[in-house]
Nanobody, 125 residues
Framework: QVQLVESGGGLVQAGGSLRLSCAAS????????MGWFRQASGKEREFVVF????????YYADSVKGRFTISRDNVKNTVYLQMNSLKAEVTAVYLC??????????????????WGQGTQVTVSS
């Protein structure tokens, strides 16, 4: 079955960096759009970024542009999220998601059929 396993979260001071990873198995990884979402305590799940199967195209939420970078390694079946200049307001559980389709809004969580369990990112101010 499909599994998405996130790692790399933790506690970091404001201004610091973290690199999240999401290792996928059970799917033809390179054919899937991969997305990162986050969910803070008591809030709705929020889109962060997605990347196309080839990695040629990405789309970021305005709130993370210039500070976060998504990438993928289709040999290792892994997608990464490099997060720099972290602020306390990005504290959340970060989840990766995967799906493949056409003509959908990849910023919407409901589009994705596969989800990881999430990794906690806590930024202290």
């Amino acid at each position: 079955q499909v599994q998405l396993v996130e790692s790399g979260g933790g506690l970091v001071q404001a201004g610091g960096s973290l690199r999240l990873s999401c290792a996928a198995s059970g799917l033809t990884f390179s054919t899937y759009i991969m997305g990162w979402f986050r969910q803070a305590s008591g809030k709705e799940r929020e889109f962060v970024v997605f990347i196309t199967g080839t990695g040629d195209n990405t789309y970021y939420a305005d709130s993370v542009k210039g500070r976060f970078t998504i990438s993928r390694d289709n040999v290792k079946n892994t997608v990464y999220l490099q997060m720099n200049s972290l602020k306390a307001e990005v504290t959340a559980v970060y989840l990766c998601a995967a799906w493949r389709s056409w003509g959908v809004e990849w910023c919407r969580a409901g589009v994705y059929g596969y989800w990881g369990q999430g990794t906690q990112v806590t930024v202290s101010s």
